[in-house]
């Protein structure tokens, strides 16, 4: 055989289902050109058989042969004339567009706070009066004000997170008159310096240990 007698696979058929093997693809379109309806539902049992020894771990699978089945009209174009125990897959079934799935469209102004600090402050909203409401709307601006820091490095003033707060929970909550101040930023960006800090700690004390524990060379 000489190089200009080589079949390249781009040449070749486009395989459905790649999964099965270019054979697999053979038997299925030789399946096609039988005349009688006997000879091909018998030649189609023949190729389901194999086709689930080809996948044993689907066994286990609900409607295994059903899908066996399916497959086998897709790979046939759904030129395939046998019985079939199952009802035939269609071509226009198959290349039906799924609907778009809705996705929550959330366009915050404040896009460095995310998305779950309006869903805490229309919580905060619908509590009672009381020390409980107060404590959690402080709990929101503190973890507001610490969102604004990772952002932006540089220190924020509390009527900024105020202001915000005042916007996003649509007037209900005004801190704007409030005589208590909110975390400094050092104490907001602490536990974050001090996690990074135990890490660089954790990683080299294990290099300082893989280093002493290097063979010594001898002279």
């Known amino acids: 055989m ?10 070749r058929e486009h395989l459905i289902i790649p999964e ?8 299925i379109n030789y399946a096609k050109t039988r005349d009688t309806q006997e000879e091909r539902n018998k030649l189609a049992k023949s190729i389901i058989a194999v086709m689930g020894n080809m996948q044993p771990h689907l066994r286990d699978v609900p409607d295994f042969q059903h899908k066996l089945w399916d497959q086998l009209f897709i790979m046939a174009n759904f030129e395939l004339d046998v019985d079939c ?36 402050i229309d919580v905060a909203n619908t509590w009672e009066e009381g020390d409980l409401k107060e404590a959690l709307i ?17 220190t924020v003033e509390d009527d900024v997170i105020y202001q915000h707060l005042y916007e996003l929970s649509d007037g209900k909550i005004n801190l704007k008159n409030s ?41």
């Open 85 to 120: 125990p199952y009802p035939k897959p269609s071509r226009e079934l198959l290349e039906e567009r799924p609907n778009p799935l809705k996705y929550p469209q959330n366009f915050p102004k404040y896009r460095f706070y995310g998305n779950n600090i309006k869903t805490m």
């Open 179 to 219: 005589d208590e101040d909110l975390s400094d930023a050092t104490s907001l960006m602490r536990s974050k310096t001090k996690f990074s800090n135990n890490n660089n700690k954790k990683n080299g004390h294990q290099r300082k240990s893989n280093s002493n524990n290097r063979p010594r060379k001898r002279y």
């Open 138 to 154: 402080f709990t929101i601006a503190n973890h507001m004000k610490k969102c604004f820091l990772n952002w932006n490095k540089d």
């Open 2 to 11: 000489t190089i200009d007698d080589l079949e390249y696979n781009t040449e």
């Open 20 to 27: 099965y093997g270019r054979h697999m693809q053979k038997m």
